[in-house]
């Protein structure tokens, strides 16, 4: 039993000081340290981190480069709002984003500081840049906290619940899921087809494909379990949008920054977006948002219409500056991709094992282990989902699940395949136990989970 005195009582004052609608509980872990996938706690127990704060920190805990980075520019200076004045590193920063988005077309960037103003700010160029009000995204699809991206989101009912009305206008459309197609035995092929075929029944009876803005699509739809789409909706879908004069936004937030072994999800898709949505590891950790889209998109934004005090402050852009350097040079999206290929084998191995494993899928280090009571039904196994977590967690791993059964694979980019192979060891060792009724009912008191 590992001590846990000094974490539980940050945890017991955590409870009776901060919002409940700020937290879903995994288990008691007050951190302290963090470097590379490796994290400590306030007791000293050391855990390998495979949740990376939430896909946010692609190069590793505390990376030399971006801590040097933050250090040097905190010195000289913190914030002088980007609102009214200039700064260097913002436009070093926009010069770069603008080189890694993919679309050989003219680009401009705007500024935030997270995942979801960013939503927001597409939300705003789109109907300012098409004149159109209508916007479309996804069923299951996790967009953030601001209103805009709650109006676009529609995973969670507790998000929306009693705070409504949301933003009009906004409509959603089924995401093509390979794994629970929307009649049994679908292939992806005709799962894509019909999801296609939804929006074109939307646009024939009630969304006029002429008042449609944009659609805000993930590229991997993440919090709802990352479901990879097939390819052949991504094209489709883009063929659609030109078709109707219609923006195809990549909302990258949870799967930019290298995480799928490219710079941006969209690009496993051989799709080219007119704008993308960043956020996240975008800056290792510190707060900071970005959309990079066409400039004649991002032209007619007339101020204030979007803009924020401490937006793209210059210790932020130091921060995503040193990230996109140690990305680019420590050739992490390549050690990503081939680190991904190989813990997507292993998982595959354990569900030759584990009958309650029903699917493995992913791409790069976005993996998805989707447990179910039965493999003929695919219902969702919370139970197994939170008891493997609890006791990983035990045995020293940081790992968590979304959408009620998916355990959610998405270490720190710069994890090493011994600390990988490590993890993957404790979360093998972790099911075993599940299956063998050797982790209590008790423990499901503890774990909330998303
Ligand atoms: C796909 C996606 N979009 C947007 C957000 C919201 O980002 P933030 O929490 O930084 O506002 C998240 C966060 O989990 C996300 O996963």
Redesign the pocket.
């Given at each position: 039993m590992k001590n846990l005195t000094q974490c539980l009582k940050v945890v017991e004052d955590d409870k009776t000081l901060t919002s409940p609608g700020a937290k879903i509980p995994y288990y008691p872990l007050a951190i302290k340290k963090g470097r590379g996938a490796i994290i400590e706690d306030l007791d000293g127990n050391h855990y390998i981190d495979m949740l990376a704060s939430?896909g946010a920190i692609n190069t590793g805990h505390c990376h030399p480069r971006v801590v040097d980075a933050i250090k040097k520019q905190a010195e000289e200076l913190i914030l002088y709002t980007h609102v009214y004045m200039y700064h260097e590193p913002v436009v070093k920063l926009a010069k770069e984003l603008i080189s890694i988005a993919p679309g050989d077309y003219r680009k401009r960037v705007f500024f935030g500081l997270?995942?979801?103003d960013a939503?927001d700010g597409a939300i705003k160029m789109a109907r300012v840049a098409t004149g159109r009000p209508k916007i479309v995204s996804f069923i299951r699809s996790?967009?953030?906290?601001t209103y805009g991206?709650i109006s676009l989101s529609a995973v969670s009912l507790p998000m929306s619940r009693k705070i409504g009305p949301l933003l009009p206008e906004i409509f959603h459309v089924p995401y093509p899921d390979p794994y629970r197609p929307p009649l049994p035995g679908m292939t992806p092929e005709q799962t894509s087809d019909y999801c296609i075929e939804q929006i074109q029944i939307a646009f024939d009876n009630y969304m006029p494909a002429d008042e449609v803005g944009a659609f805000i699509i993930?590229p991997i739809q993440?919090?709802s379990g990352l479901i990879v789409p097939p390819a052949k909706f991504m094209k489709d879908l883009r063929e659609l949008c030109d078709r109707h004069g219609i923006l195809l936004i990549s909302?990258e937030?949870?799967q930019g920054f290298g995480r799928t072994g490219k710079w941006f999800g969209i690009e496993n898709f051989g799709v080219i977006p007119d704008a993308i949505i960043m956020?996240?590891a975008i800056a290792s950790g510190l707060p900071l948002?970005g959309v990079v889209a066409r400039a004649e998109l991002i032209e007619p934004l007339e101020a204030p219409v979007h803009l924020f005090t401490t937006g793209g402050n210059p210790v932020c852009c130091a921060a995503a500056l040193a990230t996109i350097e140690a990305l680019r040079e420590e050739n992490i999206l390549s050690h990503a991709a081939e680190l991904g290929e190989h813990a997507q084998n292993r998982f595959r191995e354990m569900q030759k094992k584990f009958e309650f494993i029903g699917d493995v899928r992913g791409i790069g280090l976005s993996i998805g282990v989707d447990l179910v009571t039965s493999r003929e039904t695919k219902e969702r196994h919370r139970a197994a989902a939170a008891k493997i977590c609890y006791r990983a967690w035990e045995k020293g791993i940081l790992l968590s699940f979304f959408s009620g059964s998916v355990l959610r694979i998405q270490p720190p980019l710069v994890i090493s395949m011994e600390d990988m192979d490590k993890a993957l060891d404790i979360i093998e060792e972790s099911m075993d136990e599940f299956a063998k009724g050797q982790i209590p009912d008790s423990i499901l008191e503890t774990v909330k989970g998303w």
């Open positions: 939430a997270c995942g979801s939503n996790y967009h953030g906290s991206a993930e993440g919090d909302e937030v949870q956020g996240k948002s």
